[in-house]
Structure formats: structure tokens, C-alpha cells
T-cell receptor, first 111, second 112 residues
Framework: GQQVMQIPQYQHVQEGEDFTTYCNSS?????IQWYKQRPGGHPVFLIQ?????EVKKQKRLTFQFGEAKKNSSLHITATQTTDVGTYFC???????????FGKGTRLSVIA | DAGITQSPRYKITETGRQVTLMCHQT?????MFWYRQDLGHGLRLIYY???????DKGEVPDGYVVSRSKTENFPLTLESATRSQTSVYFC???????????FGSGTRLTVV
């Protein structure tokens, strides 16, 4: 079945530093989604990428979908303490199957 | 999001007991899902439903039962709880495949 591998598992950064998490698949993805889960909270949908090479921005967050649609990344510029949480990528085998989530990257920001 | 609610928020139960976790959504979303979240495993799909009276197994369905007699409700039952089912359970819904999922606040279940 579909698997998405996410790295790193943990990342500790000083406030103001940049942060990147990567998501990789052995198969071509139809699309990929990203979620954020704050400590003690529930996952919250951030964005979906569909097109090969797509780049989308949300303020300090930049999302990329690889040209081969097998990998994706989330980059945060100048992290803030509000960015703390776990970031998950998620993908489906096909349009009608449920999302499979990566294991997530837990981000800690040291003020 | 007030549109998808889970109950209870916390539950402690004994091994061997039956326990039901509730999930209710107010958007008339077709798709509903149950995931469990454990350290080191991320989110794993237990069961999902594409519409009322249609359910299907996910990655880790053993020991769980679901039903969906109404579009808005998707209860998850642990028939005979085991300690390995201690976890945080999230219900989610979406209107269309390919759209983002909206998650409930979760139920933290402890089996002693």
C-alpha cells in the first residue's frame, strides 16, 4: 500500500532560524496534503498540492511538490514559537482511497 | 472546528470491556474516518466510510467495529478492549476525496 516517508522525525531550531521537512514516496502521487498538529491538539489541514513542480506559499510557509510527484517539502522561514507542533504530509493511492499519513516531523522552537 | 465533535474526550476502561467512541459531524460530509495516533506510528487508519451504510477497513481494523446508519454519525466500538488499544483516537471527515480532512478534537482512551 501507499507509504510516505517523512524526515526528519524531530527538529529543534532557534527562533528565527528556518525549518524544512521532507516527504518522499516510492510511487507517483496524485496529490499531497500537509497538516499541522499543535501539542495536545488535533491535525489541521494546511494545504493540498496537485500539480507537478507546484509551489504554494502561506505567509512564512512554502510548500513544494516535486517534478516527478514523488516528493514534497514544507519550508518555514524565520520560525516563531507559534510554529511549534508536528507537521504531517499525507497522500492517497488514488482519488477514492483514504489518506495515508507520514509519521510527522516534530518541530521545537527555542526562544 | 465545531462541525465535528468527538465524545468522550477522555475515557478509562478495563481490559475486556466494550467501549464506544462517538463522532458526529454537521456538514453532511460523505466521507468519515477513524485514525489512531500512537508515538512512533503517526496516524493509522482504522476504518472509513464513503457514505451511510458503506464502511471499509483501514490499516489496523482488528478489534474494532464501526457502523454508519446516518451520514452524520460514525461510532467506533472496541468490542473487548485490550491494553494495546490505549491510544488517541481521531475522527475526521471530508466532503470529497482529494479535499482536506477536518479532524475532531480526539478521544484519549486508556485501557487498564
Amino acid at each position: 500500500g501507499q507509504q510516505v516517508m517523512q524526515i526528519p522525525q524531530y527538529q529543534h531550531v532557534q527562533e528565527g532560524e528556518d525549518f524544512t521537512t521532507y516527504c518522499n514516496s516510492s510511487t507517483t502521487l496524485s496529490n499531497i496534503q500537509w497538516y499541522k498538529q499543535r501539542p495536545g491538539g488535533h491535525p489541521v489541514f494546511l494545504i493540498q498540492l496537485v500539480k507537478s513542480g507546484e509551489v504554494k506559499k502561506q505567509k512564512r510557509l512554502t510548500f513544494q511538490f516535486g517534478e516527478a510527484k514523488k516528493n514534497s517539502s514544507l519550508h518555514i522561514t524565520a520560525t516563531q514559537t507559534t510554529d511549534v507542533g508536528t507537521y504531517f504530509c499525507a497522500a492517497a493511492n488514488s482519488g477514492n482511497t483514504p489518506l495515508v499519513f507520514g509519521k510527522g516531523t516534530r518541530l521545537s522552537v527555542i526562544a | 472546528d465545531a462541525g465535528i465533535t468527538q465524545s468522550p474526550r477522555y475515557k478509562i476502561t478495563e481490559t475486556g470491556r466494550q467501549v464506544t467512541l462517538m463522532c458526529h459531524q454537521t456538514w453532511s460530509h460523505s466521507y468519515m474516518f477513524w485514525y489512531r495516533q500512537d508515538l512512533g506510528h503517526g496516524l493509522r487508519l482504522i476504518y472509513y466510510s464513503a457514505a451511510a451504510d458503506i464502511t471499509d477497513k483501514g490499516e489496523v481494523p482488528d478489534g474494532y467495529v464501526v457502523s454508519r446508519s446516518k451520514t452524520e454519525n460514525f461510532p467506533l466500538t472496541l468490542e473487548s478492549a485490550t491494553r494495546s488499544q490505549t491510544s488517541v483516537y481521531f475522527c475526521a471527515s471530508t466532503g470529497q476525496t482529494g479535499e482536506g480532512y477536518t479532524f475532531g478534537s480526539g478521544t484519549r482512551l486508556t485501557v487498564v
